[in-house]
């Protein structure tokens, strides 16, 4: 076998579908696609689903056990109970339709890793730094105090990254005492972190695919569960999620609120620790900006490494304001990266729709505000020296710290 291609076959109920998607792949540098007949020499099978989910089962279920090479699922969005049946079928992993080329380059490159073979030269970012261990980017959403807008400035950078074409995006709802990025996207859906938690025992790329929302523009959520006394997510389920989630996704965005609530610091001190980029959202009032300094001094304080990452985002900015964003900054002593144009009519025009400020008014001064600041951190692929842990859990080394108290007591 050449070491410099990863070898592919296609199959299908329908033979349209195998043909469709056999040319697709051949298209791409680096992979060979291989008659059906070869599959048991193949680097991976690929099974497009068709209207037949029982068909697509009953097939899914004898390529897994026909040979030693993976299976892929490729299709319309499943019902959950058809994702299960994939997984007790031993199929590990499933792209939805429509799958962009950067979705197949990483997934081909996943099982290039896991079954050795040399990497070559991809044309995709994404699946470079796939390839090399980096995966998926996450992003953290948090705000200095609550009624500052952090879901409108979460939901709407997680929907001008979709659409930025780099790759699948997914938006996680941390949110307490309530999330509500269901509502912001008029998004149906069924289950959310609370019942992956509860399930964790059965947790893994398939089983989370199929719990995860779907909006009509692409964009996955985990919904955050109604709020109850025993609603805060455990650190070590939340990094298992975010780990399976940076697989499968190019950007990972998480709305985290204001870091408050019952224990959910706890899984916000996780989130932090391994995002790749904060987004501390604030305006620019003296109470606000009070928080923000308290937060940054915890970080100073504790957590340092942190700081090339953070990002400031002034939002709701004003050219009537008191104070500017050069003032903010000598506050702060740290730069505001993005300062987002007061809109309120049509942000709450948005929200009031269900829809995105790209889908309700893309003209808009704040549709093309996020707009660019999804442009800046897709540009943005400076890479930070990962930090010395200690071992431990990492709310163990810093309940205590002004950084765990920062996100555990602060007001609402």
């Known amino acids: 076998m ?16 195998r043909e469709a998607m056999a040319l697709a792949l051949a298209a791409l ?11 048991r020499h193949a680097d991976l099978v690929l099974l497009a689903l068709g209207a037949d989910a029982p068909a697509d089962m009953t ?60 990497a070559p030269a991809m044309s995709s970012p994404q699946a470079e730094g796939q390839a090399q261990g980096q995966a998926g980017r996450i992003v953290l959403v948090l705000g200095a105090k609550s009624g500052i807008g952090t879901t409108t400035v979460a939901v709407n950078l997680a929907d001008a990254l979709s659409r930025q074409g780099s790759g699948r995006t997914a938006l996680v709802d941390l949110a307490q005492p309530q999330g509500e990025t269901p509502i912001f996207l008029d998004l149906e859906h069924s289950y959310t972190w609370a019942d992956v938690a509860a399930n964790i025992g059965r947790l893994d790329a398939t089983y989370l695919e199929s719990v995860l929302a779907r909006h009509h523009s692409g964009l996955a959520v985990l919904p955050a569960p109604e709020f109850s006394a025993e609603a805060a997510l455990d650190p070590a389920v939340l990094r298992r999620i975010l780990e399976l989630l940076r697989r499968s996704y190019a950007q990972v965005v998480i709305d985290a609120g204001t870091g408050a609530g019952t224990d959910q610091g706890e899984a916000i001190l996780e ?10 959202v604030l305006d620019l009032s003296l109470p606000c900006l009070a928080r923000a300094k308290r937060f940054l001094e915890a970080v100073r304080a504790t957590q340092p490494h942190l700081l090339p990452r953070l990002r400031l985002v002034a939002n709701r900015k004003t050219s009537e304001s008191d104070i500017g964003t050069g003032e903010a900054e000598g506050i702060l002593q740290q730069p505001v990266a993005w300062a987002v144009a ?14 995105t400020l790209t889908e309700a008014d893309p003209r808009s001064a704040l549709a093309k505000g996020f707009a660019a600041m999804a442009r800046d951190l897709c540009r943005d692929t400076s890479t930070q020296a990962a930090p010395d842990k200690a071992a431990g859990s990492l709310w163990a080394r810093l309940r205590n710290t002004p950084l765990g108290l920062s996100l555990s007591h602060r007001a609402a």
């Open 59 to 118: 097939l899914a279920t004898r390529l897994s056990g026909a040979g030693s090479a993976p299976v892929i699922l490729i299709g319309p969005a499943p019902a959950p109970e058809l994702l299960l049946s994939a997984m007790r079928a031993g199929i590990s992993e499933y792209l939805p339709e429509p799958a962009a080329e950067a979705d197949l380059r990483a997934a081909l490159e996943r099982v290039r890793q896991r079954r050795g073979l040399l």
């Open 271 to 280: 989130a932090l620790d391994m995002a790749d980029d904060v987004l501390l």
């Open 342 to 355: 007061n809109d309120y009519k049509s942000a709450l025009a948005a929200i009031n729709q269900g829809k």
């Open 29 to 39: 540098e680096g992979v060979e696609v291989l008659p059906r007949a070869a599959a």
């Open 2 to 17: 050449n070491s410099q291609k990863i070898t592919v076959t296609v199959d299908a109920a329908l033979e349209e579908r």
